[in-house]
């Protein structure tokens, strides 16, 4: 019997263009400069619309360096990106569904995340809502904060031309 999924989900609105949005946080190849929890990004293998690649962490204190390896697939025309962790570590499994919704004040980008710790893991399910919730709350203000960046940018270039 399969274990029951905690559930985390969390969402931000960024006042950019869909297009942007959507491009930005897409780019796999790019997430260490979108997020900074993430010391590398490495494609592993791209087929139209999903890419598997490996994630690493900055080190923590320790030296210790956790990766692993997913897998996401975009439907742009839906709004939505499912993925998964292939090697999901400490994870029983590891989902997460983001979705897109413009809105009046740009697009809605919402995360949910469903998963389960291994019972050898060094936290448990609640535990690990706890960090994903309060670390998402981060990622997601820098992700706003670069992607608006960038969209003033794209805007104030096409504005010179």
């Excluded at 320790?62 to 090697?87: C, F, H, L, P, Q």
């Excluded at 050898?120 to 535990?127: C, G, H, R, S």
């Excluded at 690990?128 to 992607?147: D, G, H, P, T």
Aim: aromatic fraction near 10%; hydrophobic fraction near 40%.
């Amino acid at each position: 019997m399969k274990p029951a999924a905690a559930r985390t989900e969390n969402s931000i609105v960024i006042d950019a263009p869909f297009s942007v949005v959507w491009d930005m946080t897409n780019d796999v190849a790019n997430w260490p400069n979108l997020f900074s929890e993430y010391a590398s990004a490495e494609i592993l293998q791209r087929d139209r619309n999903t890419v598997r690649f490996r994630l690493a962490l900055h080190p923590e204190d320790d030296g210790k360096v956790w990766s692993w390896i997913s897998e996401r697939i975009t439907d742009r025309e839906n709004k939505k990106v499912t993925a998964y962790r292939v090697e999901p570590g400490p994870f029983a499994f590891m989902n997460i569904h983001w979705t897109y919704r413009e809105t009046e004040g740009g697009v809605e980008m919402r995360w949910v995340q469903e998963f389960h710790m291994k019972r050898e893991a060094p936290v448990d399910d609640a535990a690990m809502v706890e960090r994903i919730n309060k670390n998402s709350k981060i990622q997601l203000a820098l992700i706003k904060e670069r992607v608006e960046a960038a969209a003033r940018n794209r805007a104030g270039a096409a504005v010179a031309r």
